[in-house]
């Protein structure tokens, strides 16, 4: 396995991004969307370890607008203001900014149908690529994602409809972002819009139970979604 530096050219200037290759050819692509702590080693260390699966994997940094490289250290990611810090970012990338990005993301993979994994806001953003672009989406993993389901005529889960993609979401458990009653309706609009889907909920797990450089950190979970991410890659995107 290979991981390199690379940038990728959008409407708006030039993203920062991570590459990682497998050895052999590759049996497929990623777009690896980070969660709001940014482009870090962690963010490095899963694209890795889905490239030895046999991917092709990109983790763009989505905040380059403001800053490049890491966002936070290790030190602040683990501290207790840290989200209050990137919340400015996450609220600047809307839905307009991220579909904006999306060709020269998807791009960068190639020509073939890509899966998405996405890791809180990059869940939410995987989901709003993958409505915007449902020919070049094949697969969409969404792992403790929240905002899915609002109040409002633009809720995200509204866009239903225009998922091709299939499509699988890990939720934590007791997550204020994503409630059993959000859960359910986001699973309403996905079965009336006829998207093949599965949804489980991560019992016991805490939002962010992926990032091993956060205090949500939970292995059992973090494993568990590797194992749903391999075969959902391995069923939608695998050559």
């Known amino acids: 396995m290979a991981g390199e530096r690379a940038e990728i050219t ?27 702590y940014g482009l870090r080693p962690q963010i490095e260390a899963m694209a890795n370890r889905i490239a030895e699966r046999g991917y092709v994997v990109l983790a763009p940094n ?9 966002l936070l ?3 602040e990611i683990a501290g207790p ?16 900014v991220i579909v904006r990005d999306g060709p020269a993301y998807l791009d960068a993979l190639g020509d073939d149908p890509v899966a998405i994994t996405g890791y809180c806001m990059g869940g939410r953003a995987g989901w709003h690529l993958a409505a915007a672009y449902p020919d070049r989406v094949a697969a969409l993993g ?5 905002g899915l389901v609002t109040d ?14 299939e499509v699988y979401f890990g939720h934590a458990d007791n997550d204020r972002g994503m409630s059993p009653e959000h859960i359910a309706a986001l699973d309403r609009a996905m079965d009336d819009a006829g998207v093949t889907h599965r ?3 991560y019992e016991g797990a805490a939002h962010g139970y992926t990032m091993a450089d956060t205090p949500a950190y939970d292995e059992a979970a973090a494993e568990r979604h590797y194992e ?7 069923r939608t995107v695998a050559a």
């Open 62 to 70: 989505v905040f380059y607008r403001d800053v490049r490289g890491e």
């Open 152 to 165: 409002g005529d633009d809720s995200p889960h509204r866009k239903a409809p225009s998922i091709g993609a």
């Open 10 to 36: 959008t409407e708006d200037g030039v993203a920062d991004a991570y590459r990682a290759r497998p050895d052999a050819a590759p049996r497929g692509s990623v777009l690896l969307i980070m969660d709001a």
């Open 81 to 96: 203001n840290a989200f209050g810090k990137v919340l400015p970012l996450v609220r600047a990338l809307t839905p307009d």
């Open 142 to 146: 969404g792992f403790h994602v929240g």
């Open 73 to 75: 250290s290790a030190e």
């Open 199 to 201: 949804t489980e909920v």
């Open 228 to 234: 749903a991410l391999f075969a959902l890659l391995d």
